[in-house]
Each structure stands twice: as structure tokens, then as C-alpha cells.
């Protein structure tokens, strides 16, 4: 299978969780702006989520585009990376809902981590195939952010527990931390067809 059908129907996906999202925010009762604070837990709950899916939608994108071909292996890896994504909803609507409760808080975060762990195995998955001197392993290096956010997410979970404006600063900062523009798929994939170029 070719990486464009791979991605399309990942694509499809994200697109997907994000409507499923934007539906569940109720139209305020009220036409005055005091109406809107009932209903801001749930849309600050939104926006951090839209945030973290952009964030899957685009390294995902980069990563399929370092990727030679397909293979089963990458093809299941995904999938269960789809389906952490995919709950995404649900513990966004809860957590909401709940006005930043421990229990939905810690769900949450979870989930996040149990995402970034199925990235990263498919991130694997897709190295394993290729080799260690593919353009994705010269790419992720030493992944540092990709290393920390598993660490920062386990921490919110237990932190829920505690105080949750904490767990929800961790997941803000991871998420601040990944919108900082990591190039080095870009830099990885120019480097190649310069060298390609310089062979012909």
C-alpha cells in the first residue's frame, strides 16, 4: 500500500474527532456575555484538544512523507494510534463538562500519554522497516520533546489527584512545547534530494 491512502484515511479520521469535538459545544443560553461562562470549561477543553489533534495532523503528516512505503506492521501501528486519538472526545466533552474535575483530568491525560506512546511505536514501526539510516531515524535523533511528553503526561495524570490546574498546566506546556516548529523531517527530506541530486 501506498503512504497516500495511509494518510488520506488518517486524515479523514482527524477530520472526524475534530467535528465530533465542535458539535458538542452548546450554544449558550442567553444573548449577554455572562452566558458564556457556563460553557467556557467546555470550549477551553476544546481548544486544548483541536491544539493537540493539529499537532498529530501535522507531525504525522511530516513523518508519512520520511516514509518509503507501507507495511503491515505500520499499517496496525497506525491504527492504534487512531484509536488513542479517537478518544480524544470523549474525555475532552467529560472533562469539560466537569468543570476540570481529577478523575476526568486524569483520563485525559491518559489518554495523551498512551497517544504519544502509540506515535512513538509507530514512529518504530516505521524505522524497523527502513533502518536506522533512514531519513525518519536521521530525522528523530535524539527526540527529546518526544521523550518528555510521555514523562510530563504520567505527571499530570498523578498530579490530577492533587491539584488540577497543575495537570492542566502539563498539558499546556507539552502542547506549547510541540507548537514550536520541529523542522527536522523538512531539514532530513532536503538533505536527501540534495544528495540524491548530486548522485545523478
Sequence with gaps: MGRGRLEAF???????????????????QGAEPAALLPVL???????????????????HHHMLHATARVTGAILWAN??????LSLIPFATGWMGENHFAAAPTALYGL????????????Q?????????????????GRDLKGKLSPLFYAGAV???????????????????????????????LQAGRHADADDQ
Design 10 to 28: 488518517s486524515d479523514g479520521v482527524l477530520a472526524i474527532l475534530i467535528t465530533i469535538m465542535v458539535l458538542d459545544l452548546k450554544v449558550p
Design 41 to 59: 470549561p467546555v470550549f477551553l477543553s476544546y481548544v486544548l484538544s483541536f491544539i493537540y489533534l493539529a499537532i498529530y495532523w501535522n507531525n
Design 79 to 84: 491504527l492504534h494510534l487512531l484509536f488513542w
Design 111 to 122: 489518554i495523551l500519554l498512551m497517544a504519544a506512546i502509540a506515535y512513538w511505536l509507530l
Design 124 to 140: 518504530r514501526s516505521i524505522i524497523a522497516d527502513q533502518g536506522e539510516k533512514s531519513l525518519l531515524a536521521a530525522a528523530v
Design 158 to 188: 498523578l498530579l490530577a489527584f492533587v491539584d488540577t490546574r497543575l495537570s492542566q498546566a502539563l498539558y499546556v506546556l507539552v502542547a506549547l512545547m510541540w507548537l514550536v516548529p520541529d523542522r527536522r523531517i523538512m531539514r532530513a
